[in-house]
C-alpha cells in the first residue's frame, strides 16, 4: 500500500477534471470506477476510485483520491493498494508507488506540496 497527502490551492472543479483526466491517461488500462460527491455546508468533497492493470505484477492495483475543499485550501490524500502478488507476504513490485506516483506529478506540476 502506499500513501500520499497533498495540499495546494485552486478551484477544485478544476482539479477534480485534471486529476481524473491525467489518472486515466496514465495507462491504456486505467479507468475511473466509482465516484461520489458531497457537498456539506459550502465545502466539497470528491471521492475517485480508479484501477488500473500492471503487466509485470499480473495484478490490478486500485487507487483511492479523496479531494477535500476547506476554505480556499484544497487537501488531496491518494491511496494505492492491492499492486503486489503472494498470499501470506504480499510481495510488492511497485505497483501501488507508481499509482500515486501519477497523482503526486499531476498535483506538483500545479504547485501543490507533499
Do not use: P
Amino acid at each position: 500500500m502506499a500513501i500520499s497527502t497533498f495540499k495546494g490551492r485552486g478551484d477544485i472543479e478544476d482539479i477534480i477534471k485534471y486529476l481524473k483526466e491525467g489518472i486515466q491517461n496514465s495507462g491504456i488500462s486505467c479507468e475511473l470506477v466509482h465516484s461520489v460527491t458531497r457537498d456539506t455546508n459550502g465545502s466539497k468533497t470528491y471521492l475517485l476510485v480508479f484501477e488500473k492493470w500492471y503487466y509485470r505484477t499480473s495484478s490490478r492495483a486500485s487507487l483511492t483520491v479523496m479531494v477535500t475543499e476547506n476554505d480556499e485550501t484544497i487537501y488531496v490524500d491518494a491511496i494505492s493498494a492491492g499492486g503486489g502478488q503472494g498470499l501470506i507476504f504480499r510481495f510488492s513490485w511497485g505497483a501501488e508507488e507508481n499509482f500515486v506516483g501519477v497523482v503526486r506529478n499531476l498535483l506538483q506540476s500545479k504547485g501543490f506540496r507533499e
